[in-house]
């Protein structure tokens, strides 16, 4: 074990810099960088001076440190990362709008998960599919999801947030509206794939989203997402339950795809990431980001130049590897989180896809011992979900 040693004026002179270091972040202080692990010790000597000792457990020489190594240089000027900004300037107008803007997002993709429970039972009766074909057009939809999702990663790491949200929406707006059109089963296949393939995208609204909120709220507002969901879900509900019995399936598929072609206007109001420009190295671009911000929120831009941390700069450690979420540092949780994602998908979407299903199943629930049992339904049996199912769907999925 080898030990550092600092005393008198030194001690003292690093404990106000530190002190100073904590109570203004504009202030940075030079750190001493160990290869190994170490631990520190302040306390009085047996003379009453401060004495702050460094435990190393490596290699390195002892040494006495000389007071310009351990004070902050008075003629360097301060810095600040994209993080710092976003806290200084703190929770205003601008993220109140990008909470609304995001949160519409949420609720254009729920209506497009929601409608396949509604859509099932009315293409079994019009094109006379068997239960596997039912089950076909919810599949193709997940199956584009899954394949995209890996692909929209990379274009966001390569074009930006911004950039990516407006090309998945287009494509989910855009396929979304024509399958309303197919001509048969096999087109509406074709066509729904190529809207799971937009929906793949959809979660890079979140990161946006959260890349733009200060730490403290961070949590906070990520949760409240999802009532943007739950409220995507109750309109699809509603829409279908005043459209289906009248116009039908198709002006169900057209007119849910509406709020996607809405999104990517607003999305034309909405700034690119500071934190995506940092990474790839447009700090010019970055800063202007932080200032509108500011603006809008009528806060003060931090002092000082906007720099990289650690973790983004390019020069540090490539983007966008697969390979890291499967190495040592991040092998467990990815693991644990793809098992948790796994089982809340699969309880999740069950629940929802099933329900439609569960109406038209017989009812053996309330049958007594001397009555009969319902006879099960046909399979092939067609029957349309009724206002009552409608209205039992809105009250499962609130």
Not at 81 to 109: E, H, N, P, R, Y
Not at 286 to 312: C, F, K, S, W
Request: include cysteine; aromatic fraction near 12%; charge should be negative.
């Amino acid at each position: 074990m080898e030990k550092l040693f600092l005393v008198g004026k030194e001690a003292q002179k690093l404990r106000q810099a530190h002190l100073d270091d904590v109570n203004s972040r504009d202030s940075h202080l030079p750190y001493v960088s160990f290869t190994s692990s170490s631990g520190r010790y302040e306390n009085l000597d047996e003379s009453g001076e401060n004495t702050l000792r460094v435990d190393v457990t490596g290699g390195l020489p002892e040494r006495r440190l000389r007071p310009e190594e351990i004070l902050p240089d008075p003629a360097a000027p301060p810095t600040f990362t994209v993080d710092q900004a976003v806290d200084k300037i703190g929770f205003g107008k601008f993220q109140l709008k990008l909470s609304c803007l995001a949160g519409f997002a949420w609720m254009a993709d729920a209506m497009e998960m929601m409608i396949l429970s509604i859509l099932s039972p009315a293409l079994k009766c019009e094109w006379e599919l068997d239960g596997w074909q039912q089950a076909l057009v919810t599949t193709v939809v997940f199956c584009g999801m899954m394949l995209s999702s890996a692909i929209w990663g990379k274009i966001s790491d390569k074009y930006g947030r911004r950039v990516e949200l407006l090309i998945c929406s287009f494509i989910t707006f855009f396929y979304g509206l024509i399958s309303a059109f197919a001509p048969n089963f096999l087109w509406l296949l074709f066509l729904r794939g190529f809207v799971g393939i937009g929906i793949g995208g959809s979660p890079q609204s979140v990161t946006l989203y959260s890349e733009f909120l200060p730490s403290k709220q961070r949590a906070k507002c990520l949760v409240l997402t999802e009532v943007f969901w739950a409220l995507g879900s109750c309109f699809e509900v509603l829409l279908a339950l005043f459209v289906m019995p009248t116009l039908g399936w198709r002006w169900l598929l057209g007119l849910s795809s509406i709020p996607l072609i809405i999104f990517d206007i607003a999305c034309l109001w909405m700034p690119e990431s500071a934190r995506y420009f940092m990474a790839s190295g447009q700090t010019e671009k970055a800063y202007a980001v932080l200032q509108r911000i500011a603006n809008e929120n009528g806060q003060p831009m931090p002092p000082g130049e906007l720099v990289t941390d650690a973790g983004n700069s390019k020069d540090t450690a490539p983007r966008g590897r697969f390979r890291d979420l499967v190495g040592p540092d991040m092998r467990r949780t990815t693991l644990l989180l793809w098992i948790i994602w796994l089982g809340n998908a699969f309880s999740y979407y069950g629940i929802v896809l099933m329900t439609t299903e569960l109406f038209g199943a017989g009812d053996t629930c309330h049958v007594s011992q001397q009555a009969a049992l319902p006879k099960p339904p046909c399979p092939l049996e067609c029957r349309m979900l009724s206002t009552a199912d409608y209205w039992d769907l809105l009250w499962t999925t609130v």
